[in-house]
């Protein structure tokens, strides 16, 4: 598709699990972003990719979050031994070489 | 340290009527502002965006104005229509890193 593609769209999860979510951001562009929101909150910068260059991972809330990008395209973000506060949609975004940033639709994680 | 501050979580706004959401932010080195508009269960989508050259940009019903001075820009809606009814941020960047969100504010627009 043209747009940012993440899955899964909605993920029910036990306590202490580990989930992956996956992102395909736009074809060329070099810039992946992941966001998340939880419920009545604005949107928290967890992480940046750009290009090469080494991430900024300057916005993971704890070390259990960790995300990579391969081959400079899709990016898993790894949420290891999730707890009830890790609950919010994870939104991943992609931008060509400027400023605009293009949304994917989110995944929506629920931990029990 | 909150960098871009949307301090009206809320606004409702008469079908027709002006809106305006305001967004003040503290880092001087900002040089390219967003405005995202978010639907409920949707991810957020590009608005309109302003460069620190300019103090104004318009299209159609959308305006955003930047005062730099005051590190302040706002948007307008004019007329406000219901489907502009969303949860509404902005945004800010410079050189080419991440965007830095604020808050967020619900517009709330009354048929």
């Known amino acids: 598709g043209a747009g940012v593609s993440q899955s899964p769209s909605n993920k029910v999860t036990e306590k202490g699990k580990d989930v992956e979510l996956r992102c395909d951001p736009i074809?060329?562009?070099?810039?992946l972003y992941w966001y998340r929101q939880s419920l009545g909150q604005g949107l928290e910068f967890l992480i940046y990719?750009?290009?090469?260059?080494?991430?900024?991972k300057s916005g993971l809330p704890s070390d259990r979050f960790s995300a990579e990008r391969t081959g400079g395209s899709v990016s898993t973000l790894t949420i290891q031994r999730t707890q009830q506060e890790d609950s919010a949609v994870y939104l991943c975004?992609?931008?060509?070489?400027?400023?605009?940033?293009?949304f994917g639709e989110g995944s929506w994680l629920t931990v029990v | 340290d909150q960098q871009v501050k949307q301090n009206s979580p809320s606004l409702s706004v008469q079908e027709g009527r002006i809106s305006i959401l305001n967004c003040d932010y503290t880092?001087?080195?900002?040089?390219?502002f967003l405005w995202y508009k978010k639907y409920p269960a949707e991810g957020p989508t590009f608005l309109i965006s302003?460069?620190?050259?300019?103090d104004k940009n318009e299209d159609g019903r959308f305006t955003v104005f930047l005062n730099k001075s005051a590190k302040h820009l706002s948007l307008h809606i004019v007329p406000s229509q219901p489907g502009d009814s969303a949860v509404y941020f902005c945004?800010?960047?410079?050189?080419?890193?991440?965007?830095?969100f604020g808050t967020g504010t619900r517009l709330t627009i009354i048929p």
């Open positions: 975004a992609s931008s060509s070489r400027g400023n605009t940033i293009y």
């Open positions: 074809s060329g562009h070099t810039a």
């Open positions: 990719f750009q290009g090469n260059s080494a991430p900024d």
């Open positions: 880092n001087s080195m900002f040089d390219y």
């Open positions: 302003i460069s620190s050259i300019k």
């Open positions: 945004a800010a960047s410079f050189g080419n890193e991440k965007l830095t």
